[in-house]
């Protein structure tokens, strides 16, 4: 990781890759991890850990399936919102959409248990940036 600032809109210009999320930097036993997306990712739930999701740019939906029934939250550009461990959630962009995430080292993308993994969307826990 470097010791100097990190420009997002260098570090989001650097891979063009959709759900693969790369590793900006890292705080503590945490990755700071940005991507972009566009379409649906997959339902999937972290078991363990809460999900920090802010939009840099885009908009960003978040379908939840809580103990009340099943809602979406909408994110514009600038928001925040955390899915709280243990919620099945699906993200979704209707268009190129760049947001950054706050997660525990080595969290998977797909979370803990999930729906069946399309060609699209990257499994793995992250990739360090290489700017």
């Given at each position: 990781?470097?010791?100097?600032?990190?420009?997002?809109?260098?570090?989001?210009?650097?891979?063009?890759?959709?759900?693969?999320?790369?590793?900006?930097?890292?705080?503590?036993?945490?990755?700071?991890?940005?991507?972009?997306?566009?379409?649906?990712?997959?339902?999937?739930?972290?078991?363990?850990?809460d999900e920090f999701f802010l939009?840099?740019?885009?908009?960003?939906?978040?379908?939840?399936?809580?103990?009340?029934?099943?809602?979406?939250?909408?994110?514009?550009?600038?928001a925040v919102f955390t899915v709280?461990?243990?919620?099945?959630?699906?993200?979704?962009?209707?268009?190129?959409?760049?947001?950054?995430?706050?997660?525990?080292?080595?969290?998977?993308?797909?979370?803990?248990?999930?729906?069946?993994?399309?060609?699209?969307?990257?499994?793995?826990?992250?990739?360090?940036?290489?700017?």
């Open positions: 990781m470097s010791n100097e600032p990190i420009p997002l809109s260098k570090a989001l210009a650097s891979f063009d890759a959709l759900w693969s999320p790369r590793i900006v930097t890292r705080v503590n036993n945490y990755d700071v991890r940005i991507a972009k997306i566009e379409g649906e990712h997959i339902w999937h739930v972290h078991d363990d850990t939009v840099l740019d885009g908009e960003l939906h978040i379908s939840l399936r809580e103990p009340n029934g099943e809602r979406t939250v909408l994110l514009p550009q600038g709280p461990r243990g919620t099945e959630h699906k993200p979704h962009a209707p268009s190129g959409t760049a947001i950054l995430m706050f997660e525990p080292t080595g969290t998977p993308t797909v979370g803990d248990r999930h729906d069946e993994i399309p060609d699209h969307v990257d499994s793995t826990a992250g990739h360090a940036l290489n700017t």
